[in-house]
């Protein structure tokens, strides 16, 4: 905050009193102020850069909220909520994250904290396809190369055929759908285009959730 600015909210706190842009009056106000900030504002002022009478007006009661980093529990409520607003506002039917996906985002340091955890998901849930699993390739490259959590996720055995059949069903999802979308959505056509049999169709529109 500019020191000038800092000057008018001491008089605002001490005085109780504010003047509206264009008026010369003074109105009574009884408000409670909340103030929030990512840096050691007691640092701060014993510094110069920021007025220590102040800064003893606005620490009568102070809470310290741990950064994102030092809370990793709560990064799976949190993530789930954002994915959720972002559903509502994309209009997308995404079915939760894939397994791993949560221990990336739990291993990651976050040094933006929840903003840049609410950017991540939304990133996310823009580049998944409808009705899928946010997955592992569906995040920034600075979480999927993130230390040796990722590494560990990605070298296990049953993850990496996991993800490999992901791939595979994902491809063949939207192959078929396409097909099914070129001929107004008749399977019998369908299957004559894709080359296989009508059965074999069926079975896979089953299987892959095809909703068609």
């Given at each position: 905050m500019p020191s000038d600015a800092q000057v008018h909210l001491l008089r605002v706190l001490q005085e109780r009193k504010v003047q509206r842009l264009g008026e010369y009056?003074?109105?009574?106000?009884?408000?409670?102020?909340?103030?929030?900030?990512?840096?050691?504002?007691?640092?701060?002022?014993?510094e110069g850069r920021f007025r220590s009478d102040l800064y003893y007006r606005l620490s009568e009661f102070t809470i310290h909220i741990p950064l994102l980093r030092e809370r990793a529990?709560?990064?799976?409520?949190?993530?789930?909520h954002f994915l959720e607003e972002a559903k509502k506002e994309m209009k997308k039917n995404i079915n939760g994250f894939a397994q791993g996906v949560m221990e990336m985002l739990q291993s990651y340091s976050w040094p933006g904290n929840i903003r840049e955890l609410r950017n991540e998901i939304r990133r996310s849930s823009a580049l998944v396809e409808d009705g899928m699993q946010?997955?592992?390739?569906?995040?920034?490259?600075?979480?999927?190369?993130?230390?040796?959590?990722?590494d560990e996720?990605?070298?296990?055995?049953?993850?990496?055929?996991?993800?490999?059949?992901?791939?595979?069903?994902?491809?063949?999802?939207?192959?078929?759908?396409?097909?099914?979308?070129?001929?107004?959505?008749?399977?019998?056509?369908?299957?004559?285009?894709?080359?296989?049999?009508?059965?074999?169709?069926?079975e896979k529109i089953k299987r892959l959730n095809i909703d068609k």
């Open positions: 009056n003074l109105r009574d106000v009884d408000v409670r102020v909340i103030a929030m900030t990512n840096r050691n504002l007691e640092r701060e002022a014993n529990d709560d990064i799976p409520i949190l993530a789930e946010i997955q592992a390739y569906n995040l920034s490259n600075k979480i999927t190369n993130n230390g040796s959590l990722t996720v990605i070298s296990d055995t049953y993850n990496m055929q996991q993800r490999y059949r992901d791939v595979l069903d994902d491809f063949e999802r939207r192959y078929i759908m396409q097909a099914l979308q070129t001929v107004n959505g008749n399977r019998l056509q369908a299957a004559k285009l894709l080359g296989i049999e009508r059965k074999s169709l069926y």
